[in-house]
Antibody, heavy 122, light 108 residues
């Protein structure tokens, strides 16, 4: 069974860079038809897509975060990573990594990590 | 950018009731819409994809319909384990994906 597990610091200082890694187990990150990405949820609020990456390295970012986001993939370690620079308190959220399945144009997020809370505070 | 407007933002219903949630897109999105369930403290779970297709393993009391700009998500007979927040989500090509604001479902 596929599993995704987020890891990284739970506390980041304002203006610094948030860094998270998602380790994929039970399946290959290099499989076709799948994109790997990050979605976040501020406490008590809704879901916001951050961006996605294909195993080849092609990336797609939310326009509102594009200037601060970098997503990368390491196929040898079967994991992908998120970096969000110049964070503020507004970036405090639960960060989920997730798999986006794309088959004949139909897309759905069918696997999610458990989520990790990242707090931005000095 | 396409906006997804979900309503109501919350509802309270009795066990066994039929529950309906709507999601409206700001422009025609064909059937490029999914529905997710999120229980407190948990990651979202895919229930419906492509507006009306039930994800494998999801109980048949959940259903979805609609196309274009207006979509409906229905729980035919509300169960205690259905207490959650439900989100619609639009996709189009690869970037981006857009979520509705969510509907919190509670038991009366």
């Amino acid at each position: 069974q596929l599993q995704l597990q987020e890891s990284g610091p739970g506390l980041v200082k304002p203006s610094e860079t948030l860094s998270l890694t998602c380790t994929v187990s039970g399946g290959s990150i290099s499989s076709s038809s799948y994109y790997w990405g990050w979605i976040r949820q501020p406490p008590g609020k809704g879901l916001e897509w951050i961006g996605s990456i294909y195993y080849s390295g092609s990336t797609y970012y939310s326009p509102s975060l594009q200037s601060r986001v970098t997503i990368s993939v390491d196929t040898s370690k079967n994991h992908f990573s998120l970096k969000l620079s110049s964070v503020t308190a507004a970036d405090t959220a639960v960060y989920y990594c997730a798999r986006r399945r794309v088959v004949r144009g139909v897309q759905r997020v069918d696997f999610w990590g458990q989520g990790t809370l990242v707090t931005v505070s000095s | 950018d396409i906006q997804m407007t979900q309503s109501p933002s919350s509802l309270s219903a009795s066990v066994g009731d039929r529950v309906t949630i709507t999601c409206q897109a700001s422009q025609d999105i064909s059937n490029f819409l999914n529905w997710y369930q999120q229980k407190p403290g948990k990651a979202p779970k895919l229930l419906i994809y492509d507006a009306s297709n039930l994800e494998t393993g999801v109980p048949s009391r959940f259903s979805g319909s609609g196309s274009g700009t207006d979509f409906t998500f229905t729980i035919s007979s509300l169960q205690p384990e259905d207490i959650a927040t439900y989100y619609c989500q639009h996709y189009d090509n690869l970037p981006p994906m857009t979520f509705g604001g969510g509907t919190k479902v509670e038991i009366k």
